[in-house]
């Protein structure tokens, strides 16, 4: 299935520990919408069956493992994920320029249609943690930097926050993709976000995909909810 499907996208996030705790909202949610956020807690618990359980469904699984490793070491993981029914991968782009390199390569020759995306620098990390690993930038000078990085080392994607679409913009070709979780539609809680953009100005703003558990699941009628965000996308 081609990714080229709609200007802006909405990808549901799983923050569960397994399928079968999320599987009434993700039967009713699964002809509305497409894509489905597989962490690190859910596959840590269950691995690649939460996977195949989740595609069966009807979705297109990003997982989202944060790899970053030795160059061979990610090269191989990108191997063995291609093998599952997922569509978006996610991997650290501090891993620098060859583990990235040695990632797309295996993409490449085992998954041409995965999508990999590069993580910048985690936004829970603030100027002081940036020091304290031994980065004396800012976060958004570093958010730049490892985009650029990873465009260069073949990346077609990054997850950004919303707040750093525009600055990846600049900068980026176009082609690439971003994916932005921190969205909230205006009337749904904030919860522990803080900095967030509406569907519609993420869309507007230039991402193609937005990130949303929340606002979907904690509603009271989760499928308008998500056909209410599609709305704004579209
Ligand atoms: O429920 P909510 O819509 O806030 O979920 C957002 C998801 O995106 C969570 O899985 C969270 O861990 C993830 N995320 C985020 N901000 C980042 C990176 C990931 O909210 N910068």
């Known amino acids: 299935m081609s990714l080229r499907v709609m200007s802006c996208d909405l990808i549901l996030v799983l923050d569960a520990p397994s399928p079968a705790a999320v599987r009434p909202a993700l039967k009713s949610l699964s002809g509305t919408v497409r894509w489905a956020k597989v962490g690190l807690e859910m596959y840590t618990a269950c691995g690649p069956d939460c996977v195949r359980e989740i595609a069966d469904l009807g979705f297109n699984v990003f997982l989202d493992l944060k790899l ?85 080392a073949g990346l077609r994607g990054l997850v950004c926050s919303p707040h750093e679409i525009a600055p990846l913009r600049a900068v980026l070709p176009p082609e690439v993709r971003l994916v932005t979780p921190g969205i909230r539609p205006r009337t749904a809680s904030l919860d522990d976000q803080t900095r967030v953009m509406t569907p519609a100005e993420a869309a507007q703003a230039g991402a193609n995909f937005i990130v949303v558990g929340r606002p979907i699941f904690k509603a009271p009628d989760p499928v308008a909810a998500a056909r209410a965000i599609l709305a704004e996308l579209s």
């Not at 993981?77 to 797309?104: F, N, Q, Y």
């Not at 295996?106 to 590069?118: D, N, T, V």
Request: a negative charge.
């Open 68 to 152: 970053h490793d030795i160059p061979n070491t990610v090269a191989k993981a990108v191997e063995s994920a291609a093998r599952l029914p997922i569509k978006m991968l996610t991997l650290h782009t501090g891993g620098g320029r060859e583990m990235m390199e040695w990632a797309v390569k295996a993409q490449r020759q085992h998954a041409p249609e995965l999508l990999l995306l590069g993580v910048t620098v985690l936004t829970s990390m603030g100027e002081k943690d940036l020091n304290e690993v031994g980065v004396a930038t800012a976060p958004a000078q570093q958010v730049v930097r490892l985009g650029q990085l990873a465009s260069e």
